[in-house]
């Protein structure tokens, strides 16, 4: 059936006009037609069927192409549609009806049940979409109307049609009174979508179109009146755009102004169904592409185009039943591949035009900001370039700072930081026989931290202990006992050198090496720190079992010896230890687990479940030393740390340790060759520093006092090194509470789908947590009651959730999954399944090679094979694969999470070890 508007159905002839209305030029029903039909035959119009005047480039309302340009995002304004529909009530008087809104997702109003359904993403018929295009290639176009009152805006458009032959003469007052009909609104109960908390919407993945158009803070309508008039031959459309948004009174249901309105009136036909024609007209300007473009739209042909190019990207589903909702997934990544091939041209288009205007300067490519890692040539460059980048904001990091979001970071960061603080302690005093413990680490972590946090280029990395740093601490301790050297002082000699050698990596800007680290190598060292958490804590359970077995009989025990320290009864066998410890670790892990499995789940509101889920280690320890302090029949070995500001061996060691040696001489050989494991530790820190570096500042993160690589390096590695002379651990950035603490100071937009907004950069949060952390070193009659069964419960716990987030693990785990049961990710349906398979088993050898050689003699050299992956992977694996396999197996796709989801968290972000 052909269409009502015209026998001509072609959408492709040229329009380099447009309809540009004049205030002056036309009156309702006055001698304006006369001016518009002279205008008309001067320009050569024979067929009278619509009146165009040449585009005049010059007077277009630059306020139009503004809105690209303020924000290369399609516009800094928030679209809102509001579609009413031409009623009559039970009188026989006709009225514009609400019946849908949209905020990108479509609102209806149930009738049935007077209330509003749940938004929605709209799906349209595709001859509603047909017939729109067709509707728009015939109708009225009005661009640019400067008009301030629905009566004026109504006025035009009559004059319009009726010049455009699309209503008679005779209709002119009754289309014109229809137009100005009143306009009812659903009244708005409580509905079920809507939060009952601020931001709950946000948390709960809900979505309110009256939140989120109210929350916006730059917010345009449009307006959509489609209904049947049966006074009308045929149906008659108009386009608006007005030259100023107007507040329409009484048009809308809130005071927002108006920018396009658009009008279908027309009798019953067979092929026209009005309201699905408005709601594809509403789906369109709710859209933010086309919205932009009708914003940019200097002739009709630029609007016909934005529909041509929605319909590009729109699916068809074919008219068959569809027993499984499963089969329309793969309509998403199909959806997404349309949906970047759409964005790309009009971003373009926006840069070219941009590129034209004087005095506007393009946003920088990412290689033409100023990089941190871009070489200068010159000595020290690089730190000179941190310096000046980062040193002119120091004022605002201390002002930024006076904000109710950064205390509440302060209380979260000092637990996130102070557990692993205390675990990893606590294993480091077992490891090395407590020349290294509790208090040294709790003293280095809140000097170092401070002193970072005063003078770091990035204050949001969190400095601390990590699992890399304390499996070096056990294999050194190890040589050291072999060798007869004496631990501790072999530390000094080796900070010394640490800080000779971060002095030279500094001056000849080395920093920019972290370029070549790649996802491959990032993951098997993750993957095997993994493992050895994993490891370990087994090993130490089994140890215990070995001490304490389950036996018919035991020897009567002491009568003091319950429940206490290991000190006076690590020779003796007690009933029940082994046991009370593998529930201790156990119930340690699953409750922690569980509780950040908790804090993505859909129980409770979201508050509380990020309050339960972020404190979830903590909560896990408390509720575990409370179950061991209540069983006091029971004997487990506790936490070993000193009574108030002193070290582990009081009687071995003091605060400063002598380079000469404490109680014989150390070889000077040996002095000299500490450099060996000195570049061990150090690559062990220019590792995790820098890639914690990179993660953190981000691009999508938006942060914008930047960041500074050398100098944080030198700051690290530095302070590490002067620690040693105090005997205190080394420290780095700990990747994990790093990501952590700048998302707890991130501020992100309001609406189904949250923005970043900004980060709160500022230097007093880190400060204030490495105080809180070295403050608690005055909690010793506490920290004493902690079970070693209990922090081997948490270092399990590390282990299993570092394998989040790491592709080696998810590709191992597809060796034993059929292919049809494999996940929609790039990296499966873009390579040859036994290439992926190819891929991973070279990864896994890697792996089985650096943990045969962390078992033998040679484990200090492990950070030194480790590094011998990354000529691997650029030279050897680039000749097995081709470039698109390197691209999808090896890729940085790790996405930033600014909020969690269902099932994900800052885990799934991170490569590195905890």
């Given at each position: 059936m052909a269409s009502p508007w015209s026998q001509d159905d072609s959408f492709e002839e040229e329009d380099s006009h447009i309809t540009r209305m004049d205030p002056k030029e036309v009156q309702p029903g006055g001698s304006g037609a006369y001016d518009l039909e002279k205008s008309r035959q001067m320009e050569g119009d024979p067929e009278g069927h619509f009146h165009k005047i040449q585009l005049d480039t010059e007077s277009l309302n630059p306020g139009v192409n503004r809105k690209l340009f303020t924000n290369p995002g399609r516009g800094s304004h928030q679209s809102y549609v509001e579609l009413n529909e031409l009623k009559m009530d039970t009188t026989k008087e006709q009225f514009w009806q609400e019946t849908a809104r949209w905020v990108r997702f479509e609102e209806d109003f149930n009738e049935d049940v007077e209330h509003w359904d749940k938004p929605h993403v709209s799906y349209l018929t595709f001859s509603s979409l047909l017939e729109l295009r067709r509707t728009m290639d015939k109708g009225a176009v009005l661009l640019d109307l400067q008009e301030q009152s629905l009566v004026g805006i109504a006025s035009k458009v009559v004059d319009s049609m009726v010049k455009d032959g699309q209503v008679s003469e005779q209709d002119r007052a009754q289309l014109l009174q229809a137009l100005l009909l009143k306009h009812s609104h659903p009244k708005q109960p409580a509905s079920p979508s809507d939060p009952l908390l601020e931001g709950e919407h946000i948390e709960m993945e809900t979505f309110s179109v009256t939140q989120e158009r109210d929350s916006a803070e730059n917010a345009e309508a449009t307006v959509v009146l489609v209904g049947e008039a049966q006074f009308l031959e045929k149906p008659a459309m108009a386009f608006v755009r007005l030259k100023d948004p107007v507040v329409l009174e009484s048009v809308l249901e809130v005071e927002l102004p108006v920018r396009f309105l658009f009008v279908l009136l027309g009798p019953s036909l067979h092929r026209m169904d009005y309201h699905e024609m408005g709601r594809a007209i509403s789906t369109l300007m709710a859209d933010r592409e086309f919205n932009a473009a009708a914003y940019l739209a200097e002739s009709r042909r630029a609007l016909v185009t934005g529909i041509k190019e929605f319909l590009d990207c729109s699916i068809v589903i074919p008219p068959c039943e569809i027993q499984n909702e499963g089969r329309l997934r793969s309509i998403v990544q199909f959806q997404k591949q349309l949906l970047k091939s759409r964005s790309r041209p009009l971003e373009s288009q926006g840069e070219k035009q941009l590129s034209k205007r004087p005095g506007k300067v393009l946003p920088s490519k990412a290689g033409d900001v100023d990089d941190p890692l871009r070489r200068t040539g010159r000595p020290f460059g690089g730190l000179v370039k941190d310096i000046k980048r980062r040193y002119p904001h120091y004022i605002s990091d201390i002002t930024d700072a006076l904000n109710p979001q950064v205390l509440a970071a302060v209380i979260f960061i000092y637990f996130a930081a102070l557990s692993p603080a205390v675990t990893f302690g606590g294993l480091l005093g077992e490891k090395t026989k407590n020349w290294m413990g509790v208090s040294e680490l709790l003293v280095s972590t809140a000097v170092q931290g401070v002193l970072f946090s005063l003078v770091g280029a990035q204050p949001l990395l969190v400095i601390g202990f990590s699992g890399p740093l304390l499996v070096f601490e056990e294999a050194f301790f190890g040589f050291c006992e072999s060798q007869g050297f004496e631990y501790i002082v072999g530390r000094v000699w080796i900070g010394f050198w640490l800080i000779l050698i971060v002095v030279v990596i500094v001056a000849f800007e080395g920093s920019f090496l972290v370029r070549f680290i790649s996802r491959f190598t990032q993951e098997i060292f993750s993957f095997l720190i993994s493992l050895i958490f994993i490891y370990e804590t087994f090993f130490k359970l089994f140890k215990i079992f070995a001490q304490h077995p389950l036996l018919k009989n035991y020897d009567p025990p002491n009568s003091t010896a319950a429940n206490s320290t290991a000190s006076s009864t690590s020779n003796v066998s007690y009933p029940n230890t082994a046991l009370l410890s593998l529930v201790l670790m156990i119930g340690t892990f699953f409750i922690a687990f569980f509780l950040r499995k908790f804090k993505n789940s859909m129980f409770l509101p979201g508050t509380i479940r990020r309050i339960i889920g972020d404190f979830g280690v903590p909560i896990s320890i408390l509720i575990m030393v409370l179950i061991d302090f209540f069983i006091t029949d029971t004997y487990t070995q506790k936490l070993s740390v000193p009574s108030g500001l002193s070290v582990s061996l009081e009687d071995q060691r003091g605060w400063f340790i002598s380079p000469m040696g404490l109680e014989k001489d150390f070889p000077i050989w040996m002095m000299f060759a500490s450099v060996v494991p000195a570049m061990l530790v150090f690559i062990l820190i220019f590792l995790e520093s820098q890639i914690t570096t990179l993660i953190v500042s981000k691009p999508e993160r938006k942060m914008v006092k930047g960041s500074?690589?050398?100098?944080?390096?030198?700051?690290?590695?530095?302070?590490?090194?002067?620690?040693?002379?105090?005997?205190?651990?080394?420290?780095?950035?700990?990747?994990?509470?790093?990501?952590?603490?700048?998302?707890?100071?991130?501020?992100?937009?309001?609406?189904?789908?949250?923005?970043?907004?900004?980060?709160?950069e500022q230097r007093i949060s880190g400060m204030l947590v490495a105080i809180l952390v070295g403050l608690s070193i005055l909690m010793e009659p506490i920290l004493k009651l902690i079970p070693l069964a209990v922090l081997f419960g948490i270092f399990l716990y590390m282990g299993v959730t570092s394998l989040n987030g790491i592709q080696l693990f998810d590709r191992m785990l597809l060796l034993l999954v059929p292919p049809k049961y494999h996940p929609d990710e790039a990296y499966i349906h873009r390579v040859k399944t036994w290439r992926m398979h190819m891929f991973t088993l070279i990864q896994i050898v890697c792996l089985v090679l650096l943990w045969v050689i962390k078992s033998t003699p040679a484990s200090l050299a492990l950070p030194f094979i480790l590094i011998l992956t990354i000529p691997l992977r650029r030279f050897l694996l680039t000749r097995l694969f081709t470039e698109l396999e390197i691209k999808c197996l090896d890729a940085d796709d790790a996405k930033v999470q600014f909020e969690e989801k269902l099932g994900e968290d800052v885990y799934d972000e991170i490569q590195m070890p905890v």
């Amino acid at each position: 059936m052909a269409s009502p508007w015209s026998q001509d159905d072609s959408f492709e002839e040229e329009d380099s006009h447009i309809t540009r209305m004049d205030p002056k030029e036309v009156q309702p029903g006055g001698s304006g037609a006369y001016d518009l039909e002279k205008s008309r035959q001067m320009e050569g119009d024979p067929e009278g069927h619509f009146h165009k005047i040449q585009l005049d480039t010059e007077s277009l309302n630059p306020g139009v192409n503004r809105k690209l340009f303020t924000n290369p995002g399609r516009g800094s304004h928030q679209s809102y549609v509001e579609l009413n529909e031409l009623k009559m009530d039970t009188t026989k008087e006709q009225f514009w009806q609400e019946t849908a809104r949209w905020v990108r997702f479509e609102e209806d109003f149930n009738e049935d049940v007077e209330h509003w359904d749940k938004p929605h993403v709209s799906y349209l018929t595709f001859s509603s979409l047909l017939e729109l295009r067709r509707t728009m290639d015939k109708g009225a176009v009005l661009l640019d109307l400067q008009e301030q009152s629905l009566v004026g805006i109504a006025s035009k458009v009559v004059d319009s049609m009726v010049k455009d032959g699309q209503v008679s003469e005779q209709d002119r007052a009754q289309l014109l009174q229809a137009l100005l009909l009143k306009h009812s609104h659903p009244k708005q109960p409580a509905s079920p979508s809507d939060p009952l908390l601020e931001g709950e919407h946000i948390e709960m993945e809900t979505f309110s179109v009256t939140q989120e158009r109210d929350s916006a803070e730059n917010a345009e309508a449009t307006v959509v009146l489609v209904g049947e008039a049966q006074f009308l031959e045929k149906p008659a459309m108009a386009f608006v755009r007005l030259k100023d948004p107007v507040v329409l009174e009484s048009v809308l249901e809130v005071e927002l102004p108006v920018r396009f309105l658009f009008v279908l009136l027309g009798p019953s036909l067979h092929r026209m169904d009005y309201h699905e024609m408005g709601r594809a007209i509403s789906t369109l300007m709710a859209d933010r592409e086309f919205n932009a473009a009708a914003y940019l739209a200097e002739s009709r042909r630029a609007l016909v185009t934005g529909i041509k190019e929605f319909l590009d990207c729109s699916i068809v589903i074919p008219p068959c039943e569809i027993q499984n909702e499963g089969r329309l997934r793969s309509i998403v990544q199909f959806q997404k591949q349309l949906l970047k091939s759409r964005s790309r041209p009009l971003e373009s288009q926006g840069e070219k035009q941009l590129s034209k205007r004087p005095g506007k300067v393009l946003p920088s490519k990412a290689g033409d900001v100023d990089d941190p890692l871009r070489r200068t040539g010159r000595p020290f460059g690089g730190l000179v370039k941190d310096i000046k980048r980062r040193y002119p904001h120091y004022i605002s990091d201390i002002t930024d700072a006076l904000n109710p979001q950064v205390l509440a970071a302060v209380i979260f960061i000092y637990f996130a930081a102070l557990s692993p603080a205390v675990t990893f302690g606590g294993l480091l005093g077992e490891k090395t026989k407590n020349w290294m413990g509790v208090s040294e680490l709790l003293v280095s972590t809140a000097v170092q931290g401070v002193l970072f946090s005063l003078v770091g280029a990035q204050p949001l990395l969190v400095i601390g202990f990590s699992g890399p740093l304390l499996v070096f601490e056990e294999a050194f301790f190890g040589f050291c006992e072999s060798q007869g050297f004496e631990y501790i002082v072999g530390r000094v000699w080796i900070g010394f050198w640490l800080i000779l050698i971060v002095v030279v990596i500094v001056a000849f800007e080395g920093s920019f090496l972290v370029r070549f680290i790649s996802r491959f190598t990032q993951e098997i060292f993750s993957f095997l720190i993994s493992l050895i958490f994993i490891y370990e804590t087994f090993f130490k359970l089994f140890k215990i079992f070995a001490q304490h077995p389950l036996l018919k009989n035991y020897d009567p025990p002491n009568s003091t010896a319950a429940n206490s320290t290991a000190s006076s009864t690590s020779n003796v066998s007690y009933p029940n230890t082994a046991l009370l410890s593998l529930v201790l670790m156990i119930g340690t892990f699953f409750i922690a687990f569980f509780l950040r499995k908790f804090k993505n789940s859909m129980f409770l509101p979201g508050t509380i479940r990020r309050i339960i889920g972020d404190f979830g280690v903590p909560i896990s320890i408390l509720i575990m030393v409370l179950i061991d302090f209540f069983i006091t029949d029971t004997y487990t070995q506790k936490l070993s740390v000193p009574s108030g500001l002193s070290v582990s061996l009081e009687d071995q060691r003091g605060w400063f340790i002598s380079p000469m040696g404490l109680e014989k001489d150390f070889p000077i050989w040996m002095m000299f060759a500490s450099v060996v494991p000195a570049m061990l530790v150090f690559i062990l820190i220019f590792l995790e520093s820098q890639i914690t570096t990179l993660i953190v500042s981000k691009p999508e993160r938006k942060m914008v006092k930047g960041s500074g690589f050398h100098l944080d390096l030198l700051l690290v590695v530095g302070m590490g090194g002067v620690a040693a002379l105090f005997g205190l651990p080394w420290l780095s950035a700990a990747t994990v509470r790093s990501v952590t603490h700048a998302n707890a100071l991130t501020v992100m937009s309001k609406g189904a789908k949250p923005e970043i907004e900004k980060v709160l950069e500022q230097r007093i949060s880190g400060m204030l947590v490495a105080i809180l952390v070295g403050l608690s070193i005055l909690m010793e009659p506490i920290l004493k009651l902690i079970p070693l069964a209990v922090l081997f419960g948490i270092f399990l716990y590390m282990g299993v959730t570092s394998l989040n987030g790491i592709q080696l693990f998810d590709r191992m785990l597809l060796l034993l999954v059929p292919p049809k049961y494999h996940p929609d990710e790039a990296y499966i349906h873009r390579v040859k399944t036994w290439r992926m398979h190819m891929f991973t088993l070279i990864q896994i050898v890697c792996l089985v090679l650096l943990w045969v050689i962390k078992s033998t003699p040679a484990s200090l050299a492990l950070p030194f094979i480790l590094i011998l992956t990354i000529p691997l992977r650029r030279f050897l694996l680039t000749r097995l694969f081709t470039e698109l396999e390197i691209k999808c197996l090896d890729a940085d796709d790790a996405k930033v999470q600014f909020e969690e989801k269902l099932g994900e968290d800052v885990y799934d972000e991170i490569q590195m070890p905890v």
